[in-house]
Structures are given as structure tokens and as C-alpha cells.
């Protein structure tokens, strides 16, 4: 038995079919690239908001930084104040309490055998020496660091090892937990009454001698 033979208009139905695939085939490509398209485009934006966001978290940073430098650069000047403020007094105030000093040293700075140490004044005679420390809010840790640098003043500046060295707090904040920390630790406290600067321990106060 012979198989039929396919006829022309068999042929054009096959060619019209075959077309009709490939029309359809093509037409979901073109669907499939634009999803590509748009894929690619919500990508772009996402990383375009992703560098924004990077963007404003450096600034930020930035003007964080430049705030904590002003803040700084302020206490710093505030620290100063304090100490041009104490400096005129402290030789009437000590003389007061019994103390006859008559030479005052500010911003003294001496390094020796790696280590170092800064002194705000340092208010002597020829048997006595005061080292203040002036800020312009007294922490807890600021006493204790001043306990700490009295303790190496006499090394590292030979030329007083042999006077008594006492040690002073001043500053324009100072709470009262501060001040008799300070003062059971046998440092003289020093603070602003009106314009002028007085001595804030009482008459059973004895100083820590070094």
C-alpha cells in the first residue's frame, strides 16, 4: 500500500504553521529580552539608590567629624579659659592658706627616659610647689589622672625632687561627688566664686604631700 503524497496546499499549511512557530518563537525572545531590559534597569536604580545612600552616609560622617573636631577645639579653649582665669589667683589663695609661693609656671611640658607629662601651672617657691590641674568640667578620671602625674612630676623634674609638692583641681563645672573625691584624695579644689577664684576645702583639709 503506497502512502499518499502530500499536496500543495498540504505543503503551504505545513510552510504556514512552520511560520506561524517561528513568528511565536520569536515573539517570546523579544518578551524575555525586554524582561532581561527591565531587570537590568531596576538593577541600575538599585544601585543608583545604593550609591546615594553611601553618598549621604559619608557625609554624615563627615559633618559628624567636623562637630566632634568644633566640640573639641571648644573644650580645649574652655581649658584655657580656666587657666587664665585660676592663674592670677593662685598665688594670693595659697598665700592665704599659709603657703607663700610667689612664682607661677603655666603649660610646663617635660619628657624623660619615654615617659611625659604635661602641667596646666605650676606654682612654686624655693621649699613648696603646687601642680593644678585646670579643665573645664572636672571628671572623676581627671582627678585620677592628676594623682597619677604627680606622682611622676619629682622624676621627671629632677630640680623639685627635693620640695614639697602638693597637688590642685580647678575647673568651671565640677560636681560635688568630683570635688570631695578630690578632696578625700589630698588634692586642694579650686573654684569660681563670682570674679574671683577661692579655695573649696575647709580649715581641717590636710594636702597630700609628694
Known sequence: MSLAQPTLEDIWKLFQETDRKFLETDRKFQETDL???????????????????????QETDRLLKEVSKKIGDLGNRLGDFVQEMVRPAV???????GIDVHEVHPNIFVERDGDAAEIDLL?????????????SHLTREDVEDHLERLGKIKRLLPKYREVRLMGAVAAIVMSDEVARFAYRKGLYVLAQSGDTV?????????????
Open 123 to 135: 606654682v612654686v617657691n624655693e621649699q613648696e610647689a603646687i601642680a593644678v590641674e585646670c579643665k
Open 198 to 210: 577661692l579655695i573649696r576645702n575647709d580649715g581641717k583639709f590636710s594636702p597630700k604631700i609628694w
Open 91 to 97: 598665688v594670693r589663695i595659697f598665700r592665704e592658706r
Open 35 to 57: 524582561k532581561f531590559l527591565e531587570t537590568d534597569r531596576k538593577f541600575q536604580k538599585t544601585d543608583l539608590k545604593f550609591q546615594e545612600t553611601d553618598r549621604k552616609f
